[in-house]
């Protein structure tokens, strides 16, 4: 099993600024990627970003170069800087991580409101 805690939601105003932060416990030794997803009332789970630990980074489409998701394989560890937030960007964001199965975080809610 593996454990994820996410931090650093919370309300920005548009055009602003936040940096999301997760960390794996457990069984860590088998993670090959983890990343981001996103999720608003109504909708599926899209995508934000993803990091394999060989570095292979993929975002969604949507992201357009405001989003840089880093990772660090020794704490397993990931981030996710989001600048140039949109009101469209709100919604609660989920941490991931992969290895046999896919692990999920409990979630953090990002608001982008004025």
């Known amino acids: 099993q593996v454990q994820l805690v996410e931090s650093g939601g919370g309300l920005v105003q548009p055009g602003g600024s936040l940096r999301l932060s997760c960390a794996a416990s457990?069984?860590?030794?088998?993670?090959?990627?983890m990343g981001w997803y996103r999720q608003t009332p109504g909708k599926q789970r899209e995508r934000v970003a993803t990091?394999?630990?060989?570095?292979?980074?993929n975002y969604g489409d949507f992201v357009k170069g405001r989003f840089t998701i880093s990772g660090d394989n020794a704490k397993n560890t990931v981030d996710l800087e989001m600048n140039s937030l949109k009101p469209e960007d709100t919604a609660i964001y989920y941490c991931?991580?992969?290895?046999?199965?896919?692990?999920w975080g409990q979630g953090t809610q990002v608001t982008v409101s004025s």
């Open positions: 991931i991580a992969d290895s046999l199965n896919r692990y």
């Open positions: 457990g069984s860590t030794g088998g993670i090959y990627q």
């Open positions: 990091i394999t630990t060989s570095g292979i980074i």
